[in-house]
């Protein structure tokens, strides 16, 4: 059974630049299938994130996707995950932060993405608790 973030991390890693407007970010989201892009911005705030959730927001508001900018919707105050982080650990971490994505970084280079989903996908494969210990 998976036990780590390496074992239940997406390797598919979109990475975009801060200038990507909504749209872009979202087709190329929707292309490779993954709810989250790596947002690097090398002159300014390092690695953030952008997800679907963002990109609601904006769009909630009225804002034009063909405008708005990736980096103005990122989240820079980022929780990184270790591909060596239990599962629970990056559950934990998710739960004190209210975040559904976690980039797993190794070295300081972004080698993943863990989501919510990631990791009920590897507790739901788990075995079913005996009847004793539901009592």
């Known amino acids: ?25 979202a087709g190329l ?49 980022v929780v990184f995950a270790a591909p060596d982080w239990t599962l629970a650990e990056a559950a934990g971490a998710m739960t004190r932060g209210g975040f559904r994505h976690l980039i797993v970084l190794d070295d300081r280079e972004p080698v993943g993405i863990v989501s919510v989903r990631d990791i009920v996908r590897c507790w739901s494969t788990a075995p079913e608790p005996t009847g004793a210990a539901l009592a």
């Open 1 to 25: 059974m998976p036990t780590h973030v390496r074992d239940a991390m997406s390797t598919v890693v979109l990475s975009i630049g801060p200038t990507h407007t909504l749209r872009q970010a």
């Open 29 to 77: 989201m929707a292309a490779r299938r993954v709810g989250a892009a790596v947002v690097l911005d090398l002159d300014d705030s390092g690695v953030g994130i952008l997800t679907e959730r963002d990109i609601i927001h904006s769009l909630g508001a009225g804002q034009d996707p063909d405008q708005e900018r990736a980096g103005t919707h990122t989240t820079t105050e």
